[in-house]
């Protein structure tokens, strides 16, 4: 549903574009050092558990999904056949509830799945061989995700001592395991992310670490007054709180990128990461509140986090082929794909945006009183520098009805010259030369125009 908080004459009356004072990709930033254990240069791509299964989850399934990660082979746009592997989608994570809850061993003060000496207690049921299945990850090529500090079942632990020990406990069973990244959650004792890298370093163990803070719980961002090894101990970090399966969080998610990435606070080996996508997922763990993204909502959120530099983590059932018929040329849109790995000293991030805005709203937010409907821009544009003088651009319309969407060069920063050749990445489509401006005809309701402009 959708709440107009402005007055319009006509559907199709163009909105008025206010500039936003967004940086230039050559602006001064007092860049933090990033994690420099080589990882995430570029945004990492994968798959992990929780927008579709929730808790729901073994050993079975996650094995399985590994196998549709590089069986699934599908045609893309140039007629190539690949699968989800070979398109970069390449760390496979397991979420919450591999852990036994409130087990015999876990009698420290504070914990239901850690033992007196810290180490984490596995539910066998569920995830009976933890080597297995990460050494059938690394026979298939992939890497294997793990997740602690569990919301389920939370630990806290009491002091200091104990709060050392979980750390150690976990990341000696994370060695142990062969896991190759770690999504660390807000929920438990464990939030010393510093402490975290160090113990990790000592282990001689390179791990893609995820900050999942909610952007709120510190520390949750790079903090440009420390020195690297605490300004930023993690590869990329969540800026927002979850995620769900519709158009109203996607477009809440997506704006708490924008001022960190005003703010120079994501970049190779640090990405701000508006969560993951819930292209392809409905009724997960949120049920009614997860009620699914229509093909033109899926395009804007696959499109969007693409143009802002997120990492890029699927979680739809990779093995069910009538749901990989409807998102395939989404999720495997190569030009897309090559634009969210680029990196030409900006992530990416807002420019321009309407006067007007629309209240957006969802099943979870109309269920829950302290929920506020969701105020987006009837029509925002972002953008992202790239190698060569090349701009990629994203033109969101989120209005009732279809509009068309012009865009003035001279409004994009950093940009050189007013003519550039335009191409359309999801028609796969160059549209010819344009000066000044370019109009996107007919963009539709909560859709998005992708287009990348060349001098």
Same mark, same amino acid.
């Given at each position: 549903?959708?709440?107009?908080?402005?007055?319009?004459?006509?559907?199709?009356?163009?909105?008025?574009?206010?500039?936003?004072?967004?940086? =230039? @990709? /050559? #602006?001064?930033? %007092?860049?933090?050092?990033?994690? +420099?254990?080589?990882?995430?240069?570029?945004?990492? !791509?994968?798959?992990?558990?929780?927008?579709?299964?929730?808790?729901?989850?073994?050993?079975?399934?996650?094995?399985?999904?590994?196998?549709?990660?590089?069986?699934?082979?599908?045609?893309?746009?140039?007629?190539?056949?690949?699968?989800?592997?070979?398109?970069?989608?390449?760390?496979?994570?397991?979420?919450?509830?591999?852990?036994?809850?409130? =087990? @015999? /061993? #876990?009698?420290? %003060?504070?914990?239901?799945?850690? +033992?007196?000496?810290?180490?984490?207690?596995?539910? !066998?049921?569920?995830?009976?061989?933890?080597?297995?299945?990460?050494?059938?990850?690394?026979?298939?090529?992939?890497?294997?995700?793990?997740?602690?500090?569990?919301?389920?079942?939370?630990?806290?632990?009491?002091?200091?001592?104990?709060?050392?020990?979980?750390?150690?406990?976990?990341?000696?069973?994370?060695?142990?395991?062969?896991?190759?990244?770690?999504?660390?959650?807000?929920?438990?004792?464990?939030?010393?992310?510093?402490?975290?890298?160090?113990?990790?370093?000592?282990?001689?163990?390179?791990?893609?670490?995820?900050?999942?803070?909610?952007?709120?719980?510190?520390?949750?961002?790079?903090?440009?007054?420390?020195?690297?090894?605490?300004?930023?101990?993690?590869?990329?970090?969540?800026?927002?709180?979850?995620?769900?399966?519709?158009?109203?969080?996607?477009?809440?998610?997506?704006?708490?990128?924008?001022?960190?990435?005003?703010?120079?606070?994501?970049?190779?080996?640090?990405?701000?990461?508006?969560?993951?996508?819930?292209?392809?997922?409905?009724?997960?763990?949120?049920?009614?509140?997860?009620?699914?993204?229509?093909?033109?909502?899926?395009?804007?959120?696959?499109?969007?986090?693409?143009?802002?530099?997120?990492?890029?983590?699927?979680?739809?059932?990779?093995?069910?082929?009538?749901?990989?018929?409807?998102?395939?040329?989404?999720?495997?849109?190569?030009?897309?794909?090559?634009?969210?790995?680029?990196?030409?000293?900006?992530?990416?991030?807002?420019?321009?945006?309407?006067?007007?805005?629309?209240?957006?709203?969802?099943?979870?937010?109309?269920?829950?009183?302290?929920?506020?409907?969701?105020?987006?821009?009837?029509?925002?544009?972002?953008?992202?520098?790239?190698?060569?003088?090349?701009?990629?651009?994203?033109?969101?319309?989120?209005?009732?009805?279809?509009?068309?969407?012009?865009?003035?060069?001279?409004?994009?920063?950093?940009?050189?010259?007013?003519?550039?050749?335009?191409?359309?990445?999801?028609?796969?489509?160059?549209?010819?030369?344009?000066?000044?401006?370019?109009?996107?005809?007919?963009?539709?309701?909560?859709?998005?125009?992708?287009?990348?402009?060349?001098?």
């Amino acid at each position: 549903m959708v709440y107009w908080t402005c007055t319009r004459s006509h559907p199709f009356t163009k909105c008025n574009m206010m500039l936003l004072k967004a940086l =230039a @990709p /050559a #602006a001064l930033f %007092a860049v933090v050092a990033a994690n +420099d254990n080589g990882l995430a240069i570029t945004p990492p !791509l994968g798959w992990r558990s929780w927008n579709l299964y929730g808790g729901n989850v073994d050993q079975g399934l996650i094995e399985g999904i590994m196998d549709g990660m590089v069986n699934n082979s599908r045609k893309i746009w140039n007629g190539e056949t690949m699968n989800l592997k070979q398109l970069g989608y390449g760390d496979v994570g397991l979420d919450d509830n591999w852990q036994a809850c409130d =087990a @015999p /061993a #876990a009698k420290a %003060a504070g914990m239901r799945y850690h +033992d007196i000496e810290g180490n984490p207690i596995v539910n !066998l049921d569920r995830f009976p061989d933890f080597n297995t299945m990460t050494s059938h990850a690394h026979g298939l090529g992939l890497t294997s995700g793990w997740y602690g500090n569990n919301c389920i079942c939370s630990d806290h632990c009491k002091n200091a001592t104990s709060c050392t020990d979980q750390i150690k406990g976990d990341v000696a069973a994370l060695v142990k395991f062969n896991f190759d990244s770690w999504k660390l959650d807000g929920c438990g004792g464990e939030t010393d992310l510093v402490q975290v890298d160090a113990v990790l370093r000592a282990a001689g163990k390179k791990v893609m670490v995820e900050n999942c803070h909610w952007g709120s719980k510190k520390p949750f961002k790079p903090d440009p007054t420390l020195p690297p090894a605490e300004g930023c101990p993690w590869n990329f970090y969540r800026s927002s709180g979850d995620v769900r399966a519709s158009y109203a969080s996607i477009m809440y998610n997506l704006g708490t990128v924008f001022p960190l990435a005003k703010d120079g606070l994501s970049y190779p080996g640090c990405w701000a990461y508006p969560d993951m996508l819930q292209v392809g997922c409905q009724h997960g763990p949120g049920g009614a509140s997860d009620p699914g993204l229509t093909q033109e909502e899926a395009r804007t959120h696959f499109g969007a986090w693409a143009v802002v530099s997120s990492p890029l983590t699927l979680s739809h059932d990779v093995n069910n082929a009538s749901i990989t018929d409807r998102i395939w040329d989404i999720i495997s849109n190569t030009e897309i794909l090559d634009v969210n790995q680029a990196y030409a000293g900006f992530s990416g991030g807002s420019f321009a945006a309407s006067e007007e805005t629309v209240a957006l709203t969802d099943a979870f937010i109309e269920s829950t009183e302290s929920e506020d409907r969701v105020t987006a821009p009837l029509s925002q544009y972002l953008y992202k520098p790239l190698p060569g003088g090349k701009i990629a651009i994203v033109l969101l319309n989120a209005g009732l009805a279809s509009a068309d969407l012009e865009v003035k060069f001279s409004d994009i920063p950093g940009v050189k010259g007013n003519t550039f050749t335009v191409r359309d990445l999801w028609l796969h489509k160059d549209l010819g030369s344009s000066t000044e401006s370019f109009t996107a005809q007919s963009v539709a309701s909560h859709d998005c125009a992708f287009l990348v402009l060349s001098p």
